[in-house]
C-alpha cells in the first residue's frame, strides 16, 4: 500500500498547500492513506478544531504533533474527543489524547500510527526508545503496518531510533527541523527512513518564519514574534511503499511539490 507522510504543516500557507496539492498527489501515487505532523498549522504553533477540521476536510487521515501540540489551550479537550491527532507518547502519565492508534485505510487496511518527542536539546521525557517499542508490540496485535513520527532535534537520535526499531515497524520518519534531509533509504530488515521529512508551508523563510523577524531576534536577542512567513510555498514529504502482508517497506520516495 501507499502512504503518503506529510513534514510539518506551518500555518495558513501549509494549510492551503495540502488542500489544493493533496488531491493531485492522491491520483499520481495512488495513495491509501495519508499522515502530516500538524504541530504547527494553527498560526504557525498549534492545533485547533477547525485547523484540524480543514486538514481532514482535504484527505489527511491521522495527524500527529510535537513539543508544540499544547501552544492552543483548546487542545486538551479536543484530543481527548478526536482520535485522528495524536500527540506525543512519551509525555507523562496524565496528559490528554494517546500518542499512538490503529486506523483504517482504504479497503479496511489497517494501518499503526506512533507519535514520539525525542529528549536530545528537548524536553526531558520520557524514554523515546522504551515507549516506541512498547506502542509498536502493542499495535502489532492488530496490524503489521507501523508508522512512527520522531519529532526530534538531534539528527543522531533519529538515526538511532530508525536503526532500534528496524524490523519491529515499517517506518520511521522524522519531523521537527523543517529542513527535508536527503538520506532516504530502507534498512535491512524493512524499514523506511528519512531523518527529517522537511516543512509544508513558505519555503522562503526561516524554517517558516519571515526571515526579517528571524534575523531580527538572532542580531538583537529580543524575543519578539515570529510571523509566519507567505513566500514560495511548498509541499514536502515521503510516499512509501508498504508491503500489506509483511509491513515491511518496499521504498520511500522524498517528494517537493509547490503550490
Not at 57 to 71: E, F, M, P, Q, R
Request: net charge neutral; charged share 25%; proline share 4%.
Amino acid at each position: 500500500m501507499n502512504i503518503l507522510f506529510i513534514g510539518d504543516v506551518v500555518g495558513k500557507p501549509g494549510r492551503e498547500a495540502i488542500k489544493q496539492l493533496l488531491p493531485g498527489l492522491k491520483k499520481e501515487y495512488n495513495l491509501q492513506f495519508v499522515i502530516a505532523n500538524a504541530e504547527n498549522a494553527a498560526g504557525g504553533s498549534g492545533i485547533t478544531e477547525p485547523v484540524a477540521g480543514e486538514l481532514f476536510d482535504a484527505g489527511v487521515d491521522c495527524l500527529t504533533s510535537g513539543d508544540h501540540i499544547w501552544k492552543k489551550r483548546e487542545i486538551f479537550e479536543y484530543i481527548i474527543r478526536e482520535e485522528r491527532i495524536l500527540r506525543p507518547l512519551n509525555f507523562p502519565r496524565g496528559a490528554p489524547g494517546s500518542g499512538f492508534n490503529v486506523f483504517k485505510a482504504k479497503e479496511g487496511i489497517k494501518v499503526g500510527v506512533v507519535n514520539v518527542n525525542g529528549r536530545v536539546f528537548m524536553e526531558p521525557l520520557e524514554c523515546p526508545f522504551r515507549t516506541t517499542i512498547q506502542a509498536a508490540q502493542e499495535l502489532y496485535k492488530e496490524t503489521k503496518i507501523i508508522i512512527v513520527d520522531i519529532h526530534a532535534e538531534a539528527t543522531s537520535e533519529k538515526a538511532a531510533l530508525g536503526w532500534y526499531l528496524d524490523g519491529k515497524v515499517s517506518a520511521v520518519l522524522g519531523t521537527h527541523t523543517h529542513i527535508q534531509t536527503a538520506d532516504e533509504r530502507i534498512l535491512p530488515q524493512g524499514c523506511a527512513y528519512i531523518t527529517d521529512a522537511g516543512m509544508t508551508g513558505p519555503y522562503d523563510s526561516v524554517i517558516g518564519r519571515r526571515v526579517e523577524d528571524v534575523l531580527e531576534r538572532f542580531l538583537t536577542a529580543i524575543p519578539i514574534r515570529l510571523e509566519v512567513a507567505q513566500g514560495n510555498v511548498q509541499l514536502h514529504g515521503v510516499v512509501m511503499d508498504i508491503n500489506e502482508k509483511s509491513g515491511k517497506a518496499k521504498s520511500i520516495i522524498r517528494i517537493q511539490k509547490k503550490l
